[in-house]
T-cell receptor, first 113, second 111 residues
Framework: DTGVSQDPRHKITKRGQNVTFRCDPI?????LYWYRQTLGQGPEFLTY????????KSRLLSDRFSAERPKGSFSTLEIQRTEQGDSAMYLC???????????FGPGTRLTVL | GEDVEQSLFLSVREGDSSVINCTYT??????LYWYKQEPGAGLQLLTY?????DMKQDQRLTVLLNKKDKHLSLRIADTQTGDSAIYFC???????????FGTGTRLTVIP
């Protein structure tokens, strides 16, 4: 399968715990994006990478959130000291730079109790 | 700022045509997209249109763009039960690299 994959698909955690999600983009796509989708809403942009460089961060990405893409392939999104308001679907997408089609993974659904 | 609006719900009978509408505010948008999301799943890119086009057709899908009114529509011909999903309109303004999404339209196809 050459699509975007995300792990885990579901995560339940208690408030105050740290969580980390992983995204594996389509092979050789040099751009990788993170979005957050809350119930009944469209996805909202969080951040994106071109290769290993994080080029843009949304104001939604508070200092409790950090994303990395150390080797320009997979990416991780960590949320520290989770809050109930962090409960959402976290979506990853990838594309080629300069190409407008972003391909999405299945998402990681986070529930913070 | 960017604002993309869609009606929340649409119901159609199987075999009829569905028309899902979207309005956007950023006149500098270069590309406009339609994505489909089935329950519990990620987003599937259906089609997109460049801002200098008025229409794009791809099998059962027809996209119409009215730049003057900043209105985008997606027509699905011969709607099937498998088309039941949430459809998102999205835009990429000039100079931006990310997508701005609408709230989505939940399409229900009645057998």
């Amino acid at each position: 399968d050459t699509g975007v994959s995300q792990d885990p698909r579901h995560k339940i955690t208690k408030r105050g715990q740290n969580v980390t999600f992983r995204c594996d983009p389509i092979s050789e796509h040099n751009r990788l994006y993170w979005y957050r989708q809350t119930l009944g809403q469209g996805p909202e942009f969080l951040t994106y990478f071109q290769n290993e460089a994080q080029l843009e961060k949304s104001r939604l990405l508070s200092d409790r959130f950090s994303a990395e893409r150390p080797k320009g392939s997979f990416s991780t999104l960590e949320i520290q000291r989770t809050e109930q308001g962090d409960s959402a679907m976290y979506l990853c997408a990838s594309s080629w730079a300069g190409v407008n089609e972003q391909f999405f993974g299945p998402g990681t659904r986070l529930t913070v109790l | 700022g960017e604002d993309v609006e869609q009606s929340l719900f649409l119901s159609v009978r199987e075999g009829d045509s569905s028309v899902i509408n979207c309005t956007y505010t950023d006149s500098s948008s270069t590309y406009l997209y339609w994505y489909k999301q089935e329950p519990g799943a990620g987003l599937q890119l259906l089609t997109y249109i460049f801002s200098n086009m008025d229409m794009k057709q791809d099998q059962r899908l027809t996209v119409l763009l009215n730049k003057k009114d900043k209105h985008l529509s997606l027509r699905i011909a011969d709607t099937q039960t498998g088309d039941s999903a949430i459809y998102f309109c999205a835009e990429t303004p000039t100079g931006a690299n990310n997508l701005f999404f609408g709230t989505g339209t939940r399409l229900t196809v009645i057998p």
